[in-house]
């Protein structure tokens, strides 16, 4: 029997419907479940640099099957994890989500606190009274936020780390829970903000003595050099210093991502979960050896191997059709000085704790030559944190303190210039690039600070390495898809990590978070013909 032309016109916009929003929605489940894979300090040229070596289903899965972003690029000055991780979740900067560092001077408890730690919350998963960690400082929401919203609850969102602020600002106000270790012992803890105590799931790995038989191992190349041990010595006992700088962490981490798939049932809800696994122990080691050494590729092979099984897992688990999965990092990182040093590059390594000294010592010359004063606190490279209390005393104004800690910074450090704080308030920045990622580095939390200008190339450590410049080799960071939504291919044009959100959350059919400035990257989404072709039916069955 024929349809009516009206009634076959309906069915044929039902199904063009369904075809080209199967893509994405949020409120059917579609996809189950959303990974976002963040590898803390894994630089943007990693990915082509041991191409050749990685396994079927690692990063190839990206590299051959995923829509590969390869110009994306930091637009800040502060390249480091809590910045970083909030940034990739909120789709904003500094100047929008508030965390422009991993710690900070706070003028009201007079002390230095993290990015995440909260008074009004405890740790739950070790003994003892411990003061636990939340999103609280975040002054923008993320996209398990929205997507929480978006379905009033129905999606379930979680973060994991082994460092907090890695699992808790990817999780969000609205997060089902944020679950990183316990650094001395290993142990999975989370805090009274999500729940008041582990779930038992949690609490059995705990138990099993899992993170405990990770010490005393050997990591050997596949050559049979050892690279790392895991033994405990008199002075180093902790989990986090000697394990985490190994592939057990990496896997270790997997593992607890894997069983909480299992025990909280994501992807088999009736709107799409998302979960976050931020994977720490590449930056644990990279600070120590630098990315240039035969101990950084093994662990970008080792992470390639863990990989591929944790996908293996999604796809036993949810179905790979059923997943989407992004992959990015917080910052990279900048060469050892001396591997810079070797090819003639002007790099050097500088003695934090000493040019404080010497900053202090400038300053109380100027301003208070017959008593020595510290007017700078501690210099984070290439931040310095200014002693507001100090200059008070003396009756200087802000802009002039910190005008004054900038130009001692220039003198004593060899910083190229500098912003301070109150300038960054008022937005008083040149019209430049440059200018733009010192603007976007500002957030009124904490007290008076001025970010320099360094030179490139240089650190402020004198062993190993570090991040948090505005140069290329911290900025540049993967930004790769893998799922129905995305077109595979290599996409070559600028993009940033701010993108992320954005596209995520226009592809779900939800909002950006509030705080979103980046672009849906609208080139490598597989649906674009689709839509336009429906739209067109649409108007026509009219």
Same mark, same amino acid.
């Given at each position: 029997?024929?349809?009516?032309? /009206?009634?076959?016109?309906?069915?044929? @916009?039902?199904?063009?419907?369904q075809t080209v929003f199967s893509f994405g929605s949020a409120y059917n489940g579609q996809p189950k479940l959303i990974v976002v894979v963040v590898i803390d300090q894994f630089r943007g040229d990693?990915?082509?640099? =041991?191409?050749?070596?990685?396994?079927?289903?690692?990063?190839?899965?990206?590299?051959?099957? #995923?829509?590969?972003?390869?110009?994306?690029?930091?637009?800040?000055?502060?390249?480091?994890?809590?910045?970083?991780?909030?940034?990739?979740?909120?789709?904003?900067?500094?100047?929008?989500?508030?965390?422009?560092?991993?710690?900070?001077?706070?003028?009201?408890?007079?002390?230095?606190?993290?990015?995440?730690?909260?008074?009004?919350?405890?740790?739950?998963?070790?003994?003892?009274?411990?003061?636990?960690?939340?999103?609280?400082?975040?002054?923008?929401?993320?996209?398990?936020?929205?997507?929480?919203?978006?379905?009033?609850?129905?999606?379930?969102?979680?973060?994991?780390?082994?460092?907090?602020?890695?699992?808790?600002?990817?999780?969000?106000?609205?997060?089902? #829970?944020?679950?990183?270790?316990?650094?001395?012992?290993?142990?999975?803890?989370?805090?009274?903000?999500?729940?008041?105590?582990?779930?038992?799931?949690?609490?059995?790995?705990?138990?099993?003595?899992?993170?405990?038989?990770?010490?005393?191992?050997?990591?050997?190349?596949?050559?049979?050099?050892?690279?790392?041990?895991?033994?405990?010595?008199?002075?180093?006992?902790?989990?986090?210093?000697?394990?985490?700088?190994?592939?057990?962490?990496?896997?270790?981490?997997?593992?607890?991502?894997?069983?909480?798939?299992?025990?909280?049932?994501?992807?088999?809800?009736?709107?799409?979960?998302?979960?976050?696994?931020?994977?720490?122990?590449?930056?644990?080691?990279?600070?120590?050896?630098?990315?240039?050494?035969?101990?950084?590729?093994?662990?970008?092979?080792?992470?390639?191997?863990?990989?591929?099984?944790?996908?293996?897992?999604?796809?036993?688990?949810?179905?790979?059709?059923?997943?989407?999965?992004?992959?990015?990092?917080?910052? #990279?990182?900048?060469?050892?000085?001396?591997?810079?040093?070797? @090819?003639?590059?002007?790099?050097?390594?500088?003695?934090?704790? /000493?040019?404080?000294?010497?900053?202090?010592?400038?300053?109380?010359?100027?301003?208070?030559?017959?008593?020595?004063?510290?007017?700078?606190?501690?210099?984070? =490279?290439?931040?310095? =944190?200014?002693?507001?209390?100090?200059?008070?005393? @003396?009756?200087?104004?802000?802009?002039?303190?910190?005008?004054?800690?900038?130009?001692?910074?220039?003198?004593?450090?060899?910083?190229?210039?500098?912003?301070?704080?109150?300038? @960054?308030?008022?937005?008083?920045?040149?019209?430049?690039?440059?200018?733009?990622?010192?603007?976007?580095?500002?957030?009124?939390?904490?007290?008076?600070?001025?970010?320099?200008?360094?030179?490139?190339?240089?650190?402020?450590?004198?062993?190993g390495t570090s991040h948090g410049t505005p140069y290329t080799y911290d900025t540049h960071v993967?930004?790769?898809?893998?799922?129905?939504?995305? /077109?595979?291919?290599?996409?070559?044009?600028?993009?940033?990590?701010?993108?992320?959100?954005?596209?995520?959350?226009?592809?779900?059919?939800?909002?950006?978070?509030?705080?979103?400035?980046?672009?849906?990257?609208?080139?490598?989404?597989?649906?674009?013909?689709?839509?336009?072709?429906?739209?067109?039916?649409?108007?026509?069955?009219?």
């Amino acid at each position: 029997m024929k349809l009516p032309f /009206r009634r076959l016109a309906v069915v044929l @916009l039902v199904l063009l419907w369904q075809t080209v929003f199967s893509f994405g929605s949020a409120y059917n489940g579609q996809p189950k479940l959303i990974v976002v894979v963040v590898i803390d300090q894994f630089r943007g040229d990693y990915l082509a640099r =041991y191409q050749d070596e990685y396994v079927p289903g690692g990063f190839r899965l990206f590299l051959e099957r #995923g829509a590969n972003f390869t110009d994306c690029n930091y637009n800040y000055v502060n390249t480091i994890t809590g910045p970083g991780h909030a940034t990739l979740f909120t789709g904003a900067y500094s100047n929008g989500h508030g965390i422009r560092a991993n710690e900070w001077w706070d003028p009201e408890k007079k002390k230095f606190v993290t990015s995440v730690e909260d008074d009004d919350s405890k740790l739950v998963g070790i003994g003892g009274k411990h003061v636990g960690s939340s999103p609280h400082n975040l002054q923008a929401d993320t996209l398990g936020d929205e997507l929480r919203l978006a379905t009033q609850g129905k999606s379930r969102v979680f973060g994991i780390s082994l460092k907090d602020r890695a699992a808790v600002l990817p999780a969000g106000f609205a997060g089902n #829970g944020a679950y990183w270790i316990d650094a001395k012992t290993g142990a999975w803890v989370t805090s009274t903000y999500y729940r008041p105590e582990l779930p038992a799931w949690a609490e059995a790995i705990n138990q099993s003595g899992r993170a405990e038989k990770l010490f005393g191992l050997e990591w050997k190349d596949k050559h049979g050099n050892v690279l790392r041990t895991t033994k405990k010595t008199a002075e180093e006992t902790s989990f986090f210093e000697l394990v985490g700088p190994t592939p057990y962490s990496v896997q270790y981490e997997l593992d607890f991502a894997q069983e909480l798939i299992r025990q909280e049932k994501l992807g088999t809800g009736p709107a799409t979960d998302f979960l976050s696994v931020s994977l720490s122990a590449n930056d644990i080691l990279g600070h120590d050896v630098g990315p240039d050494t035969p101990q950084m590729h093994a662990m970008a092979l080792a992470l390639d191997e863990a990989l591929a099984g944790f996908f293996h897992f999604l796809d036993q688990q949810v179905g790979l059709d059923n997943v989407w999965i992004a992959l990015s990092a917080d910052h #990279g990182v900048a060469p050892a000085p001396a591997a810079a040093q070797r @090819l003639h590059i002007p790099a050097t390594g500088l003695d934090g704790g /000493r040019l404080v000294k010497e900053l202090n010592a400038e300053l109380s010359a100027k301003f208070s030559p017959t008593a020595a004063q510290n007017f700078v606190r501690d210099l984070d =490279y290439p931040s310095a =944190y200014v002693n507001e209390d100090a200059f008070g005393a @003396l009756k200087i104004s802000e802009d002039d303190a910190e005008r004054a800690v900038g130009e001692a910074l220039v003198k004593v450090v060899g910083m190229r210039g500098f912003y301070t704080r109150a300038q @960054l308030a008022r937005g008083d920045v040149p019209n430049t690039e440059l200018g733009a990622k010192y603007l976007h580095s500002y957030s009124p939390l904490g007290g008076w600070f001025v970010i320099g200008v360094p030179t490139p190339f240089t650190i402020g450590y004198l062993t190993g390495t570090s991040h948090g410049t505005p140069y290329t080799y911290d900025t540049h960071v993967p930004l790769s898809f893998y799922g129905k939504a995305f /077109r595979p291919g290599y996409y070559r044009g600028h993009s940033e990590p701010v993108d992320l959100a954005a596209t995520l959350a226009s592809l779900l059919g939800i909002n950006a978070p509030t705080h979103a400035v980046g672009r849906v990257l609208s080139e490598a989404l597989a649906e674009q013909t689709g839509a336009s072709h429906a739209t067109k039916t649409s108007k026509e069955g009219q």
